[in-house]
């Protein structure tokens, strides 16, 4: 295909074949001294008040009462379920390390 870089066979370990898209070289000091394009559009920033102490305001960004009629229902409560959570376990030290631990906390 026109301008795409193709894939490149190569002899793999065991026999295999090993395929790979060559990289090419980007000279690190041309691209931090080429002039920066101008941004096609403009930052902009927009503030959005979710809800105001646990209460939605009426903004047009929010959902009015009818939308929130039409959304689709809950998810069916699920029963709980027993689980089995194991006691951690005790990290034991060497008397070794426990001496390198104390001499190195005490200097």
Avoid: C
């Avoid at 898209?21 to 041309?30: F, G, Q, T, Y």
């Avoid at 379920?81 to 390198?100: D, T, W």
């Amino acid at each position: 295909a026109g301008g795409e870089p193709g894939f490149v066979r190569a002899a793999g370990v065991g026999g295999g074949d090993l395929f790979f898209v060559p990289d090419h070289e980007v000279n690190l000091w041309s691209v931090v001294t080429s002039e920066v394009k101008p941004s096609v559009m403009e930052p902009t920033l927009a503030v959005h008040w979710l809800a105001i102490d646990g209460v939605q305001p009426a903004i047009p960004s929010n959902p009015g009462e009818a939308d929130r009629a039409d959304a689709p229902a809950k998810r069916p409560r699920v029963e709980p379920v027993e689980v089995h959570v194991k006691p951690a376990l005790q990290a034991e030290l060497s008397k070794e390390l426990q001496l390198y631990y104390d001499h190195i906390v005490a200097t």
